[in-house]
């Protein structure tokens, strides 16, 4: 990870944290909105109306809150709507690249830049600030319209219903209190959680973080008894939030963030629910466990210093779900 300060780029730890070891997530910096007329969002400035080739997103396939953006791209008929450039796999001290070594990496299609801080420099020249994926980019303006994962999965739920004639709502109005409750409970337990695990500088910070990871598991696993999707009976975004976590979480959390209790298919009704999120019509094709793989245990030698890259485990998500 690194930051840039006042244009240039700063290397620091993979993981920037707490007195105690605890691992610290910065905040996202652009908080703008894509809205259906234009007028401003609930932060961040207006301006920025749902049009169809106006927008690009920056994405990693490997990055959870990036996934989260891919999926509700597909699932809301925007792929002809919304141009999309991923991210080399493997973050070294530079920081996200536009490299296309790698298959499925596609470079900047955009603005030809090699470093994702350049598409923050192009916005701000005097940026200083954390860079992350997902970034949505306004084609036609020239900046970024936001960096938060959360909101945009929100922006692409709703704003460009006009254009496209979609009525999946996955934050309907009588669920959105308890979307946001399942949000406030599994954001910090087990999307975040995973990373405090993984990046703990101390062992009381690890022993803390993997006790909310499981927490968090047991809790969805005993509300799974009782409902096929956290929030009811219909897809949400909560599910979908959960969703990216619950993919890389054998694969990659559970030997590299040494997330090691149990595994998800450990979990009978989770194992079952992320298969049936897998399977949803769409959402497969934006699930690559060849970036995930790589991304993870290429790109944090303080965790893995020999960049060694596992054989499995041998997962298939395809096999028919109970219930």
Same mark, same amino acid.
């Given at each position: 990870?690194?930051?840039?300060?006042?244009? !240039?780029?700063?290397?620091?730890?993979? =993981?920037?944290?707490?007195? &105690?070891?605890?691992?610290? #997530?910065?905040?996202?910096?652009?908080?703008?909105?894509?809205?259906?007329?234009?007028?401003?969002?609930?932060?961040?400035?207006?301006?920025? =109306?749902?049009? +169809?080739?106006?927008?690009?997103?920056?994405? +990693? %396939?490997?990055?959870?809150?990036?996934?989260?953006?891919?999926?509700?791209?597909?699932? /809301?008929?925007?792929?002809?709507?919304?141009?999309?450039?991923?991210?080399?796999?493997?973050?070294?001290?530079?920081?996200?690249?536009?490299?296309?070594?790698?298959?499925?990496?596609?470079?900047?299609?955009?603005?030809?830049?090699?470093?994702?801080?350049?598409?923050?420099?192009? &916005?701000?020249?005097? =940026?200083?600030?954390?860079? !992350?994926?997902?970034?949505?980019?306004?084609?036609?303006? $020239?900046?970024?319209?936001?960096?938060?994962?959360?909101?945009?999965?929100?922006?692409?739920?709703?704003?460009?219903?006009?254009? !496209? $004639?979609?009525?999946?709502?996955?934050?309907?109005?009588?669920?959105?209190?308890?979307?946001?409750?399942?949000?406030?409970?599994?954001?910090?337990?087990?999307?975040?959680?995973?990373?405090?695990?993984?990046?703990?500088?101390?062992?009381?910070?690890?022993?803390?973080?993997?006790?909310?990871?499981? =927490?968090?598991? &047991?809790?969805?696993?005993? #509300?799974?008894?009782?409902? #096929?999707?956290?929030?009811?009976?219909?897809?949400?975004?909560?599910?979908?939030? @959960?969703?990216?976590? %619950?993919?890389?979480?054998?694969?990659?959390?559970?030997?590299?963030? /040494?997330?090691?209790?149990?595994?998800?298919? *450990?979990?009978?009704?989770?194992?079952?629910? @992320?298969?049936?999120?897998? *399977?949803?019509?769409?959402?497969?094709?934006?699930? &690559?466990? @060849?970036?995930?793989?790589?991304?993870?245990?290429? +790109?944090?030698?303080?965790?893995?210093?020999?960049?060694?890259?596992?054989?499995?485990?041998?997962?298939?998500?395809?096999?028919?779900? @109970?219930?």
């Amino acid at each position: 990870m690194g930051r840039l300060v006042g244009g !240039t780029w700063e290397t620091s730890p993979v =993981a920037p944290g707490a007195a &105690d070891g605890s691992f610290q #997530r910065a905040e996202s910096s652009w908080r703008n909105w894509i809205t259906p007329d234009g007028r401003p969002g609930p932060t961040g400035l207006g301006g920025f =109306a749902a049009e +169809s080739g106006r927008y690009h997103l920056y994405v +990693s %396939l490997a990055c959870p809150w990036a996934h989260r953006t891919l999926i509700f791209r597909a699932l /809301k008929g925007l792929a002809a709507h919304i141009s999309v450039d991923v991210v080399h796999p493997v973050m070294d001290p530079d920081g996200w690249a536009f490299g296309t070594d790698f298959p499925g990496a596609t470079g900047d299609r955009v603005l030809g830049k090699d470093f994702l801080r350049e598409i923050y420099l192009a &916005d701000d020249p005097e =940026a200083t600030t954390k860079v !992350t994926v997902p970034v949505l980019w306004d084609k036609a303006a $020239g900046r970024i319209v936001s960096n938060e994962s959360s909101e945009i999965i929100r922006m692409l739920n709703s704003a460009f219903d006009g254009l !496209t $004639g979609s009525d999946l709502d996955l934050w309907p109005e009588p669920l959105r209190p308890e979307i946001d409750a399942i949000n406030a409970r599994v954001y910090p337990g087990l999307n975040n959680g995973v990373y405090r695990a993984g990046f703990a500088r101390s062992q009381a910070a690890y022993d803390a973080a993997v006790a909310d990871v499981f =927490a968090t598991l &047991d809790w969805m696993e005993a #509300r799974l008894f009782e409902a #096929r999707w956290l929030a009811g009976d219909r897809q949400t975004e909560a599910d979908w939030r @959960a969703a990216t976590t %619950l993919f890389r979480f054998d694969p990659v959390y559970h030997t590299h963030f /040494k997330c090691n209790r149990r595994q998800i298919v *450990q979990y009978p009704r989770v194992w079952d629910y @992320a298969r049936r999120l897998y *399977q949803t019509p769409g959402v497969a094709g934006t699930v &690559d466990f @060849a970036h995930i793989a790589h991304h993870y245990y290429r +790109s944090h030698p303080d965790v893995n210093p020999f960049g060694i890259v596992p054989v499995g485990p041998e997962i298939d998500w395809t096999a028919p779900v @109970a219930g």
